[in-house]
């Protein structure tokens, strides 16, 4: 796998989820995905931008182009260095929010990409990453 | 401040989102909405959402407020134009929208509110 590409883009304000999600499409069309998978990953990114924002208390979103022979994919990291989440499994549950969402911004996201990762800590951040493939 | 104009037809408000909403303007759009209802005892609400190429789970909270709300005022509100890529992420993600009623375009959402208040 060799990386094409790379940047960052902070998160931490609503104006930045719109422009996190603006940044994915364009990467997403450079990447060849068709347009569901186009759609499926802005609305992954938009869910994680805006959780980024909300309890991280704002972060930065990382991307990458990645390539596997001849598929090319885009990576995504959302990180921040909020409280984190004391319990990742019960985050993970279809509809548990701590705040006066759906909950189902992280379980969501999970089906409509085609790799996810969360990695947090209480205390030292929350770090999600997810990739999907044309 | 920046905000969804509303649009007056008749017995009917319109709402045309053009532009990919930041949180703070769909909360703002989802109140002048309830305002105009009331002010204008509107008895159905288009909103037409075909220049939307995403729909997330706050677009959706929203848009499921507003049917709330308004079915609360007596209105009733058909959401029209949304994308197929959009509809197939919205239901991947596990967001269904009970009691939203959807329209391919205006033309037949409008149809479908007519027929709605004549069946009344
Ligand atoms: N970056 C983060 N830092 C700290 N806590 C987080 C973070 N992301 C998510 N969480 C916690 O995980 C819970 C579930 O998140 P998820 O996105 O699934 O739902 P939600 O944001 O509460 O609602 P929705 O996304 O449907 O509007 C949140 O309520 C919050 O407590
Ligand atoms: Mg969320």
């Known amino acids: ?134 | 401040m920046e905000r969804i104009p509303i649009l007056r037809m008749g017995e009917f408000l319109l709402v045309t989102i053009q532009v990919d909403m930041h949180d703070q303007l769909a909360l703002t759009l989802q109140d002048d909405l309830a305002e105009r209802i009331s002010r204008t005892s509107a008895r159905g609400v288009l909103i037409d959402i075909s220049a939307l190429d995403m729909v997330d789970s706050f677009i959706g909270r929203m848009i499921n407020t507003i049917s709330g709300l308004s079915k609360v005022m007596d209105a009733e509100t058909v959401v029209v134009g949304m994308q197929p890529a959009v509809a197939i992420t919205l239901v991947e993600l596990g967001l269904y929208l009970p009691g939203v009623s959807t329209a391919l375009n205006v033309e037949r959402g409008m149809e479908r509110l007519r027929e709605r208040l004549d069946a009344q």
């Open chain 1, 1 to 134: 796998m060799r990386p094409e590409r790379t940047g960052s883009q902070p998160v931490r304000s609503e104006q930045d989820v719109v422009l996190a999600r603006q940044v994915a499409r364009k990467l997403a069309v450079e990447c060849g995905l068709r347009l569901v998978d186009q759609t499926k990953l802005v609305t992954a990114a938009s869910e994680l931008a805006r959780n980024t924002v909300i309890y991280g208390g704002g972060g930065d979103m990382d991307w990458e182009v990645v390539e596997e022979g001849s598929r090319k994919g885009l990576r995504l990291v959302f990180r921040d260095e909020g409280p984190g989440i004391a319990d990742v499994k019960l985050a993970m549950t279809d509809g548990w929010t701590s705040g006066n969402g759906l909950g189902l911004g992280l379980t969501g996201t999970r089906r409509l990409v085609d790799e996810f990762s969360l990695e947090s800590a209480p205390g030292v951040g929350t770090r999600v990453t997810i990739c999907k493939w044309n």
